[in-house]
């Protein structure tokens, strides 16, 4: 599911609001059925971040810092060993792990961090704006393995953007203008629908506000 | 999964944290030690011969000032870390990297008092690894005194280290942290009794012995400085015991009430 919408539109917002770094004044946020103001943690527990900005401790080994954040999910040892083994797997990072997250590129550390967010298995994998500053080489390898996630397993992806070429047709978009949802359908639908293509539609959003 | 289990997986990520970071920052972990021991070696030399101090209690006897001001410097050493403490927070809050211990999925109070200890216990070592080489210069205490000690060592430390938790709260950039350091930590150092005794500040200005009895410095400094003489500080460790629960309360209540992230 794409959550589209110009830059100030509110997808951040809205993302900070869901991990709970901003608290909610009305109404309510469900995870996998747990409010994300009552039930804090048990909805933490079923969502994996994966913030604008990076959030990794470049002072760390890339191992240790998804070693870090397994134990802050509360898997022990064996776990930790075994699911790191499937991350990295899935992302490429197999000859990274002793590696400074320092010495690593946008782009590597960009899949640490998607690594790091799927590393307890959550079934909600939340992306703020996270191929935003990446080159297109990394952008594509990312959104191609983000589709096989969803294909492959249960994981449902909520993917913020603004970038229109990352939506593909089949994609579910929420398109946001200005803190309220504007329009919730298919990529394909919402082009049907306005007859335009999203990024004309985008850009009709933004210059109407 | 069992709670104490799970608690017990967590402390020991953020705890390994602390110590992957700790020992990799080689200036830091030397100036723990340089610093005190500068004060040791150079001043309380200096001062040896000038100054004696007279039988107070813990003491049984006349004592050297070089033997005094120990236990102050053990205090000086947990509170430089104490205040590192809240500039790494600071330094957290700015790389991003708090988001992701305020986003775990465990409560934040839980997180920021497992921060607190762990990093507390990092101040503790240090303050063996100083103690160590006093005693290698001559200053002599029983094995038995230095393991009674060590509660109030990590209670000490975690006064200083809520009390930075605190102060990082008002502190949003990283350039703002040293004229705040210098406001808090030189004048608890020198308002209290961890270069001399309270009652000889008095002779010269009441007003300043009165602010030092007041300052949970003194406290840690007579705390630590009673038990390293197999004596019990009850006052003094109730009065840490105030100070480090209304300080945590304080913090806990911030981030868990407050945007505290939304400006980071």
């Given at each position: 599911m794409v959550v589209l919408g110009a830059n100030g539109a509110g997808k951040t917002t809205l993302f900070s609001l869901i991990s709970t770094l901003l608290k909610l004044q009305t109404g309510e946020i469900r995870v996998c059925g747990h409010?994300?103001?009552?039930?804090r943690t048990s909805a933490l527990a079923n969502m994996g971040l994966v913030f604008q900005h990076t959030t990794l401790?470049?002072?760390?080994t890339v191992g240790q810092n998804l070693s870090y954040f397994a134990g802050l999910q509360g898997l022990n040892g064996v776990e930790i060993e075994a699911r790191t083994t499937d991350v990295v797997h899935l992302l490429d990072l197999q000859n990274s792990?002793?590696?400074?997250?320092?010495?690593?590129?946008g782009g590597q550390r960009r899949r640490i961090e998607i690594a790091r967010a799927l590393i307890a298995e959550p079934p909600l994998l939340i992306m703020d704006?996270?191929?935003?500053?990446?080159?297109v080489s990394a952008k594509t390898f990312l959104c191609d393995r983000m589709r096989d996630l969803t294909r492959e397993t249960d994981t449902t992806i909520l993917w913020s953007t603004h970038?229109?070429?990352?939506?593909?047709?089949q994609d579910r978009v929420v398109i946001l203008d200005r803190g309220k949802v504007f329009d919730d359908a298919t990529c394909a639908t919402l082009c049907k629908k306005y007859g335009t293509s999203l990024e004309a539609l985008l850009l009709k959003l933004s210059q109407q506000g | 999964m069992n709670n104490l289990r799970r608690s017990a997986i967590v402390f020991k990520a953020i705890s390994k944290r602390e110590l992957l970071k700790f020992s990799q920052q080689h200036a830091r972990l030397l100036s723990a030690l340089v610093r005190p021991l500068v004060w040791l070696v150079i001043f309380a030399a200096g001062f040896r011969s000038i100054l004696g101090v007279s039988?107070?209690?813990?003491?049984?006897t006349y004592i050297t000032y070089d033997e005094y001001v120990v236990p102050g410097l053990c205090a000086m050493v947990l509170m430089f870390f104490g205040m590192q403490t809240s500039l790494s927070m600071v330094y957290d809050r700015e790389m991003g990297t708090m988001r992701l211990l305020m986003t775990a999925p465990f409560p934040r109070p839980v997180l920021l008092l497992f921060r607190l200890v762990s990093t507390g216990l990092i101040g503790v070592l240090q303050v063996y690894a100083f103690l160590g080489i006093a005693m290698l210069m001559g200053i002599e205490f029983e094995l038995i005194n230095l393991l009674f000690v060590a509660p109030t060592l990590l209670l000490s430390a975690l006064m200083f280290g809520a009390l930075g938790f605190l102060m990082s709260l008002g502190?949003?950039?990283?350039?703002?942290f040293a004229g705040v350091m210098n406001f808090v930590i030189f004048p608890c150092f020198f308002m209290?009794?961890?270069?001399?005794p309270l009652w000889r500040i008095r002779e010269s200005s009441p007003l300043l012995a009165d602010i030092g009895a007041w300052n949970p410095f003194t406290h840690a400094v007579e705390a630590i400085r009673h038990q390293l003489y197999g004596q019990f500080q009850t006052f003094s460790v109730i009065y840490l015991l105030v100070v480090t629960v209304l300080c945590l309360a304080a913090v806990m209540f911030a981030y868990e009430k407050h945007d505290i992230m939304k400006a980071s």
């Open positions: 409010s994300v103001s009552s039930q401790d470049m002072d760390l792990l002793g590696e400074k997250v320092s010495r690593l590129s704006e996270a191929t935003s500053s990446l080159d970038l229109v070429e990352e939506v593909a047709d | 039988i107070v209690p813990p003491y049984q502190i949003r950039q990283m350039e703002n209290s009794s961890a270069l001399y």
